[in-house]
């Protein structure tokens, strides 16, 4: 069966990095696009970052364009958010999550807890 896990969330200081990876399993990893997602408390959950199954094409949310990285290692079916210059606002649960051919994501990770302290 499809199974996504990350890890990698914690706390840190503001201005600080952190490194998030999603190691997926139950399916051919190459053949799919991959997000990053986030879920503050109170607000809806939001696309973070995503990466097309060769790694040649990303999208980012503009509030982390030039801040976050989205890669993959289609070898170790792995996914990871490299995330820099982190703000208090960064705060969230992230999950990873795998979208279907009609652009939908129908499988989610457990989620990893991002804290930024101020």
């Known amino acids: 069966q499809v199974q996504l896990v990350e890890s990698g969330g914690g706390l840190v200081q503001a201005g600080g990095s952190l490194r998030l990876s999603c190691a997926a399993s139950g399916f051919t990893f190459s053949n799919y696009y991959m997000g990053w997602f986030r879920q503050a408390p109170g607000k809806e959950r939001e696309f973070v970052a995503g990466?097309?199954?060769?790694?040649?094409?990303?999208d980012y949310a503009e509030s982390v364009k030039g801040r976050f990285t989205i890669s993959r290692d289609n070898a170790k079916k792995t996914v990871i958010l490299q995330m820099n210059s982190l703000k208090p606002e960064d705060t969230a649960v992230y999950y990873c999550a795998r979208r279907n051919a009609v652009r939908s994501y129908n499988y989610w990770g457990q989620g990893t807890q991002v804290t930024v302290s101020s």
């Open positions: 990466i097309e199954w060769s790694g040649s094409s990303t």
